[in-house]
């Protein structure tokens, strides 16, 4: 399905909304309650079916109320690599989460200039959110062990729970045992998604290859990606 002018500048209207004033579920406008946002960070290069079934997992499993999508502008751990524009994936992030009303795609971290680092994302969110709307920084239990080498890793833990979803077969031992020896006093929960293990990569080399990549992400943003001419060429 590819999304009608209409309804995508719906969506965007709702992003704008997010970013003078939380909309609906209004991010804790009753302060009788706690609210918990879920923020799914990635390069999104493209998204596809991993990245939404974690989100929603989250989502269920821990309570969240929504899910910002955040696509990295200019991804701190690729700069020496080839990504697509941040316009190209900010665009398939819409159109993979625009049928879900928890789910809402963010401009945040490409409208910043420079590298794109984690702790200023919820640094902003933080600021910007009255204090009973806690957030949650969602990421693949392989990415989590990372986190101990980000910018600013004190203040992220101090700032955000981490969500650590396994991939299939991943031994998660391993990931507490270095999240707990960081010395940073990270708040982990961690999340068991069953089968997908899809990555971007795998979806970038089936395109180049002529393979189709149906059911491993949403229609539309394959029709994107077909529209575009994204991933044709083989990448260094
Ligand atoms: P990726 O490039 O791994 O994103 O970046 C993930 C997040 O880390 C982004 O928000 C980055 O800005 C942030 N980061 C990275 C490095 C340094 C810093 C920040 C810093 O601030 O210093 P992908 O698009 O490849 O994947 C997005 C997420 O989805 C990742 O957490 C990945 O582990 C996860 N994922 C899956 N989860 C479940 N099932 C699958 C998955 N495939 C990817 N099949």
């Known amino acids: 399905m590819i ?31 706690m609210y918990r946002l879920g ?28 899910v910002l999508f955040m696509p990295a ?3 701190a751990f690729k700069q020496d690599r080839e990504v697509s524009s941040p316009e190209d994936r900010f665009a398939m992030t819409l159109l993979a989460t625009a049928d879900n009303p928890l789910f809402v795609a963010s401009r945040l971290e490409i409208d910043r200039e420079g590298v794109t680092y ?12 009255p204090k009973n709307v806690e957030l949650y ?6 990415a989590i062990i990372d986190i101990i080498s980000w910018h600013n890793a004190e203040r992220i833990a101090e700032i955000a729970t981490l969500v650590g979803a396994t991939r299939p077969g991943y031994d998660l031992a391993w990931a ?4 707990e020896g960081s010395g940073i006093p990270f708040d982990v929960r961690y999340l068991e998604v069953p089968a997908l293990a899809i990555s971007s990569s795998y979806l ?3 395109t180049h290859s002529g393979q189709s990549i149906r059911y491993l992400t949403k229609d539309s943003v394959i029709g994107y990606i077909q529209k575009h001419g994204l991933y044709r060429e083989a990448r260094a």
Do not use: C
Not at 118 to 129: A, F, G, M, N, P
Not at 176 to 179: H, S, V
């Open 137 to 142: 920084f969602i990421t693949g239990a392989d």
């Open 204 to 206: 970038r080399n089936r």
């Open 118 to 129: 984690t702790v200023d994302t919820l640094e902003e969110l933080h600021r910007r959110y």
């Open 39 to 66: 923020i799914m960070g990635g390069t999104f290069d493209p998204i596809h079916n991993g990245h939404l079934v974690t989100a929603q997992q989250a989502l269920d499993d821990l309570d969240l109320d929504l």
């Open 176 to 179: 507490k045992a270095a999240i």
């Open 73 to 75: 502008g200019s991804p």
């Open 3 to 33: 999304l009608s002018a209409d309804e995508l500048a719906g969506n965007a209207a709702v992003e704008r909304a997010i970013g003078e004033q939380p909309v609906w579920p209004r991010m804790g406008a009753d302060p009788g309650r």
